[in-house]
């Protein structure tokens, strides 16, 4: 997956059972050692690093055999959305079926050091798929609407502010997507200049990825709504090609209270009037 080449093998010709989540122990030496297992130093919580691992390895062959082979790549657009979700929701549940001493964040503190190698594997694989799986729905999501644009249609990409904003703790792989998906709007806009494409951070609005984090909802929803109908005016043609804040204070020449500024290109307040 890491060289983008296909197996020797498919995967879906493979007919092997997985092995089982309870295997027998055996001995080694005076040690009692459960194949397959890693355990916590404390000795508490156990996990089958076998079958995660094998588990694992049959997502990777899912995010190239249904997203980045040849095969994938002529599939209509709704196959491979069907696809990109499929892929995407069995690593949603392998994270979930992680306990939580052997996760990224607290391996450090419970694992034994002879085994962190084999955990820190799994989790850098683990998010190599992630950053897959985040980059396929990016690019289907360019060239699934580039051939049904009408000419000059105007192309709002609406983003998140943690494109611009500097790094916060936890969110590496959700904030590099959004970065990435804002150049890939911006290459959108070079490669066509007869559109009109912009993308904006919509303001913060409780939603459900936000909802157990420590941004506190400050905007209406009304907020992005009307402000995607004036980008659409022609009062708003200078804003052509560029990232834009709705949250943005637009009549004091200053961003709105709590707002963090933005890092990257942005639009002077100045240069811009709402009547």
Same mark, same amino acid.
């Given at each position: 997956?890491?060289? !983008? @080449?296909?197996?020797? @093998?498919?995967?879906?010709?493979?007919?092997?059972?997985?092995?089982?989540?309870?295997?027998?122990? /055996?001995?080694? %030496?005076?040690? %009692?050692?459960?194949?397959? !297992?890693?355990?916590?130093?404390?000795?508490?919580?156990?996990?089958?690093?076998?079958?995660?691992?094998?588990?694992?390895?049959?997502?990777?062959?899912?995010?190239?055999?249904?997203?980045?082979?040849?095969?994938?790549?002529?599939?209509?657009?709704?196959?491979?959305?069907?696809?990109?979700?499929?892929?995407?929701?069995?690593?949603?549940?392998?994270?979930?079926?992680?306990?939580?001493?052997?996760?990224?964040?607290?391996?450090?503190?419970?694992?034994?050091?002879?085994?962190?190698?084999?955990?820190? /594997?799994?989790?850098?694989?683990?998010?190599?798929?992630?950053?897959?799986?985040?980059?396929?729905?990016? $690019?289907?999501?360019?060239?699934?609407?580039?051939?049904?644009?009408?000419?000059?249609?105007?192309?709002?990409?609406?983003?998140?502010?943690?494109?611009?904003?500097?790094?916060?703790? %936890?969110?590496?792989?959700?904030?590099?997507?959004?970065?990435?998906?804002?150049?890939? /709007?911006?290459?959108? @806009?070079? &490669?066509?200049?007869?559109?009109?494409?912009?993308?904006?951070?919509?303001?913060?609005?409780?939603? &459900?990825?936000?909802?157990?984090?420590?941004?506190?909802? !400050?905007?209406?929803?009304?907020?992005?709504?009307?402000? !995607?109908?004036?980008?659409?005016?022609?009062?708003?043609?200078?804003?052509?090609?560029?990232?834009? $804040?709705?949250?943005?204070?637009?009549?004091?020449?200053?961003?709105?209270?709590?707002? @963090?500024?933005?890092?990257?290109?942005?639009?002077?307040?100045?240069?811009?009037?709402?009547?």
């Amino acid at each position: 997956m890491r060289q !983008q @080449q296909p197996s020797i @093998q498919r995967d879906d010709d493979i007919d092997h059972i997985l092995p089982l989540a309870e295997v027998d122990s /055996f001995q080694s %030496g005076s040690t %009692g050692i459960h194949s397959g !297992q890693s355990t916590t130093a404390d000795g508490a919580v156990t996990m089958n690093y076998f079958l995660a691992r094998i588990q694992l390895a049959v997502i990777e062959g899912g995010v190239y055999d249904y997203l980045y082979s040849t095969r994938s790549q002529k599939r209509t657009p709704d196959d491979r959305a069907k696809a990109l979700d499929s892929v995407a929701c069995a690593l949603e549940q392998w994270k979930a079926s992680v306990p939580p001493e052997f996760s990224a964040a607290t391996a450090s503190q419970t694992v034994p050091l002879h085994l962190l190698p084999f955990i820190s /594997f799994l989790h850098s694989t683990s998010f190599m798929c992630a950053a897959l799986i985040n980059q396929a729905h990016a $690019w289907n999501a360019k060239w699934s609407i580039l051939p049904h644009l009408a000419p000059k249609a105007k192309v709002f990409d609406v983003s998140s502010g943690i494109a611009h904003i500097g790094p916060l703790p %936890g969110v590496w792989a959700y904030a590099a997507t959004k970065a990435a998906n804002t150049k890939l /709007f911006q290459y959108l @806009q070079a &490669e066509n200049p007869e559109l009109h494409v912009i993308s904006i951070q919509p303001g913060v609005i409780l939603t &459900e990825i936000n909802a157990n984090t420590y941004f506190e909802n !400050q905007d209406d929803t009304n907020l992005p709504g009307h402000f !995607q109908v004036w980008l659409a005016s022609p009062e708003a043609e200078f804003l052509k090609g560029k990232f834009v $804040w709705a949250n943005w204070d637009l009549t004091r020449d200053r961003p709105l209270p709590n707002a @963090q500024r933005p890092t990257l290109a942005l639009a002077s307040p100045s240069q811009i009037r709402l009547s």
